[in-house]
């Protein structure tokens, strides 16, 4: 039906077509993904050491290049390399051709992604890499391409249907651009024995940044934690757990080792008229869980969710140094 301005309305697909669409992309894209996990397999391994042996050997630092949607794709390779500890950036190959290739030196690697490998735009990038020897990876689905011949390193994508029904919307090569670049970066950080450490000193911020705080870092100490001796009668410890707080209150040995819990939900189940006069091991949870002073927070939180439990009991060795709630979590943006 016409609208106002003579347009067509577009015609509405039943819910169940959109949903075959759906999976006939991911489909499609799925058989691209196991390609490239076959040619890595069997033939494109080699240039793949490659290609990450010349990164990781580079004084300089990761230029990313590529046009159109390639380019975007190479915006997130460059940002993921960045972030896992190697140096790159992203330049524009119209924009290299205005002066952004003073930022490329002898020292640098280049890795330029084109399916095609005849984009126009990246002549003079490619130019500029062999008057200057600077080493250059060519990410491409045509080996025999302008780009590949001019590359050291030819990391040739296996040919593979675009999830695009016409066969022109870059959807599966762009995948495989993508997941290759993800596997670049991974293997070369792995190589580099990049950690947590590492990756937190790059990821301060945010969510991301809170998980990899350790568990000291925000853990109660001293004072503040409750906690009771094993023979303990049971009216001491509800005075412990009311006046600190968090809700439990947690049973040592003699030498200070963690031996067990007392929650809300344990006097719960043991209410009944004796139950201040008996003694803490008689209610407690045996082998609470616990945490390590150097875990991270993002591994505390994991294991109160999986247990669904909002405190836990920091020890060294066996001994209870501190205690973590499912608020100090909250408050530090992990939660």
Request: glycine share 10%.
């Amino acid at each position: 039906m016409a609208g106002a301005k003579g347009r067509v309305a577009p015609r509405k697909e039943p819910s169940s077509e959109l949903l075959r669409s759906a999976l006939r992309t991911i489909a499609t894209e799925m058989a691209g993904l196991e390609a490239l996990s076959s040619v890595i397999n069997d033939g494109l391994g080699t240039a793949f050491v490659e290609a990450v042996e010349k990164i990781r050997g580079a004084k300089g630092r990761l230029i990313v290049t590529g046009m159109g949607k390639s380019g975007h794709v190479g915006r997130k390779i460059a940002a993921t390399f960045a972030s896992t500890g190697a140096p790159a950036y992203f330049v524009h190959p119209g924009e290299a051709s205005h002066g952004d290739l003073g930022a490329i030196t002898r020292d640098d690697v280049i890795i330029a992604l084109s399916w095609s490998g005849e984009t126009v735009e990246l002549k003079d990038l490619t130019d500029y890499a062999k008057r200057f020897r600077v080493a250059m990876i060519a990410v491409t689905a045509n080996a025999e391409s302008t780009l590949a011949r001019a590359a050291d390193v030819v990391l040739t994508l296996p040919a593979a249907r675009e999830a695009c029904p016409l066969g022109l919307a870059p959807t599966t090569s762009t995948l495989l651009q993508l997941a290759l670049g993800d596997a670049l970066a991974v293997a070369l950080f792995e190589s580099r024995g990049f950690t947590a450490l590492d990756f937190k000193a790059l990821h301060p911020g945010g969510r991301l940044g809170a998980s990899l705080t350790f568990v000291r870092d925000v853990m109660h100490t001293g004072k503040s934690l409750p906690l009771v001796a094993r023979g303990t009668r049971m009216t001491e410890a509800v005075v412990e757990m009311t006046s600190k707080g968090f809700g439990c209150v947690g049973v040592i040995d003699a030498a200070g080792g963690l031996v067990g819990i007392i929650t809300d939900g344990d006097l719960r189940r043991h209410m009944r008229e004796d139950l201040l006069a008996r003694a803490v091991e008689e209610v407690m949870t045996k082998k609470p869980k616990a945490v390590r002073p150097d875990q991270l927070a993002g591994e505390a939180l994991e294991i109160l969710n999986a247990n669904k439990i909002t405190t836990l009991f920091v020890v060294e060795g066996a001994k209870a140094v501190g205690l973590v709630h499912f608020h100090d979590l909250l408050r530090i943006g992990v939660a």
